[in-house]
């Protein structure tokens, strides 16, 4: 199967949309000609005009406020936000207004609109541009919350949110873009509310999200040697998520790690501790439920300070060591 990057799976589950319903649109700050913040959309302005490709000014409250117009007369809005941070000035439309109309209203509107943002860190952009905010989100009743991991679900979950009659706010990772993995050339959709295990194991449940997916993998190589076999879920939706699988590997594994980049208090991490425990698995507990996640601070701009602000692959390798060993 031919390979594309997360930045290029993204954009042909754009085109292929578009091509495919007139109703949806996109809308955000510089990505027409520019082509977006990190590239996403080159190229898109040129194929569907600036009708559909819409440059805004910048206001991103202004955004996620024509989204959810938008939506509510039948179109299917996609719209941008440049940066994760940045949403923080569009969340009384986002909080009060879209996750709302459609239980206020009985059912009768639908606000089917998809708020895509890069998030995390990595990159040096520092405090202002770096957050990770998704649970935020997931705190909030009538919201989806999207973190894909791979080009692949990158792909096949947008074209799932934006048929999605529901707002959904998709989570990319500034570090992912330029990752390659198999893309199928047909359109597709990967739907929305499903875990995966992306890779089986005896000894240790990790459960990771976005980026800390592919860390967790490396980790679990560089354990293998050492004969501790990880096993991996990606949650894929943080909000539905479907615990099964997660619950399901944690009886098998009697162990589980939870890691994520945002900070730990009050992180998606805690939830998903909180399920466990909450569930059959707890009697299959052989350890308690660890939690890897990020320092409780801004992301500094330093580069060795931020690597150390958020878990890197030695620090997976050494909590999933330690849990399989007994050390806890």
């Known amino acids: 199967m031919r390979e594309l990057t997360y930045a290029e799976a993204i954009r042909e589950a754009l085109r292929q949309s578009m091509s495919a319903d007139p109703t949806v649109f996109m809308i955000g700050e510089d990505i027409g000609v520019y082509g977006g913040a990190f590239g996403v959309s080159a190229g898109l302005l040129a194929e569907f005009g600036e009708e559909r490709i819409i440059d805004t000014p910048i206001s991103e409250a202004g955004i996620a406020g024509a989204c959810i117009g938008a939506a509510l007369t039948g179109m299917r809005p996609v719209g941008e936000i440049q940066f994760m941070d940045f949403v923080t000035l569009s969340m009384e439309q986002l909080v009060l207004q879209a996750a709302k109309i459609r239980f206020m209203f009985g059912g009768k509107a639908k606000v089917p609109m998809v708020l895509r943002m890069p998030g995390g860190s990595g990159t040096g952009a520092a405090a202002q541009h770096s957050e990770s905010l998704e649970n935020w989100f997931v705190h909030v009743p009538g919201l989806k919350v999207v973190m894909p991991s791979t080009p692949y679900d990158a792909k096949g979950l947008l074209r799932a949110a934006i048929y999605d009659d529901n707002p959904v706010i998709f989570v990319e990772h500034k570090l992912l873009y330029k990752t390659k993995g198999p893309v199928p050339e047909e359109p597709y959709m990967v739907p929305l509310g499903q875990s995966k295990v992306v890779r089986e194991g005896r000894d240790v449940t990790i459960v990771a ?39 399901e590997s944690v009886k098998k594994t009697g162990r589980a790690l939870v890691v994520h980049e945002a900070v730990k208090m009050g992180g998606f991490g805690g939830e998903v501790v909180s399920l466990i425990v909450e569930s059959e698995a707890f009697d299959y507990l052989e350890a308690p439920v660890r939690r890897l996640a990020g320092l409780d601070a801004p992301i500094p701009y330093n580069r060795t300070l931020e690597y150390h602000t958020v878990p890197q692959v030695e620090n997976i390798v050494e909590e999933a060591r330690s849990l399989a060993e007994g050390r806890f």
């Not at 967790?216 to 998520?241: C, H, N, S």
């Open 209 to 247: 999200t976005s980026i800390m997916v592919l860390r967790a993998m490396q980790a679990a190589e560089i354990l293998a040697k050492e004969g501790v076999e990880v096993e991996i879920i990606d949650p894929r939706t943080l909000k539905p998520l479907d615990m099964t699988p997660i619950i």
